[in-house]
C-alpha cells in the first residue's frame, strides 16, 4: 500500500516551506498543512515586522542628527501607525510570496487546515487534516511556539500587549513593563524600546 505523500510536514513556520521545496526537487511526494499564520511567528509578528519598525526608528533618528551634518530638516515627526502599516503591508508581501511557492503543480501540497498525528496505518503515519485522512511515510513537525499569558493577579484589568498582537497597538504607551526574560521577551524590549523612542 503506497502513502498519499513520502513526507509529510505539520506547520509552516521558518524550516517548513524551505524543507518541503527541497524535498520535492529530491522527487519526494510532499504535503505541508499550516492551520494558522504561513511563515510562522517570525514572518507574521516576529523578526519580519519588528525589522520594519527598527529601520523607520533608525531613519527617524537620522533626520533627527541630520543638522550634524550640515542637512537642515526642520521638524522630524512620526507617524506611529504608518511605520505599523508598513510593517504590516511588509508581512503581508512576504505571506502572499509563500502562498506563491505553493501553486507549482508539481510543488509541494499546501493544506491550509490544523494536521495531527492520529496512528499507524502498517508502515504509514495516519495524520487528520481537517475533516480529511491522510497518510505519509514520514512525519516532520514544525509547529513552533505559541503565546502564553501569564495568571497575574490583576493582569485581566490592565490592557496588556503580547507578542502574538503587537501590531495591533497603534497608540505609543506612555511606559510599559516587560513580563519574561526569554527570547521573545527580550525581542520585545528592543522593539518597544525603539518604538517608544520614535514617539
Not at 510532499?30 to 519598525?53: D, I, M, Q, W, Y
Not at 521638524?75 to 511588509?90: H, M, P, Y
Not at 502572499?96 to 492520529?118: I, K, N, S, V, Y
Request: proline content about 4%; some cysteine.
Amino acid at each position: 500500500m503506497t502513502a498519499d505523500y513520502d513526507v509529510f510536514v505539520i506547520g509552516a513556520g521558518q524550516a517548513g516551506p524551505p524543507l518541503a521545496r527541497a524535498l520535492v526537487r529530491a522527487g519526494r511526494r510532499v504535503a505541508l498543512a499550516e492551520r494558522k499564520h504561513l511563515g510562522g511567528s517570525c514572518v507574521n509578528f516576529g523578526c519580519t515586522p519588528a525589522k520594519a519598525a527598527f529601520a523607520s526608528a533608525r531613519v527617524a533618528h537620522v533626520a533627527r542628527r541630520a543638522g550634524e551634518y550640515g542637512i537642515r530638516i526642520a521638524s522630524v515627526g512620526v507617524d506611529f501607525r504608518a511605520v505599523l502599516e508598513r510593517a504590516k503591508g511588509i508581512v503581508a508581501n512576504s505571506v502572499a510570496h509563500l502562498e506563491r511557492q505553493f501553486q507549482d503543480p508539481g510543488g509541494a501540497t499546501l493544506m491550509r487546515e490544523h494536521a495531527r498525528l492520529a496512528g499507524r496505518d502498517r508502515d504509514h503515519f495516519v495524520l487528520a487534516v481537517g475533516d480529511k485522512r491522510v497518510t505519509a511515510t514520514q512525519i516532520v513537525l514544525d509547529t513552533g511556539n505559541r503565546n502564553r499569558v501569564p495568571s497575574i493577579e490583576g493582569a485581566d484589568d490592565v490592557p496588556f500587549i503580547d507578542a502574538d498582537h503587537w501590531l495591533e497597538h497603534d497608540t505609543l504607551p506612555h511606559h510599559l513593563l516587560i513580563v519574561g526574560a526569554g527570547y521573545v521577551g527580550l525581542g520585545m524590549r528592543d522593539l518597544w524600546g525603539t518604538c517608544l523612542r520614535l514617539g
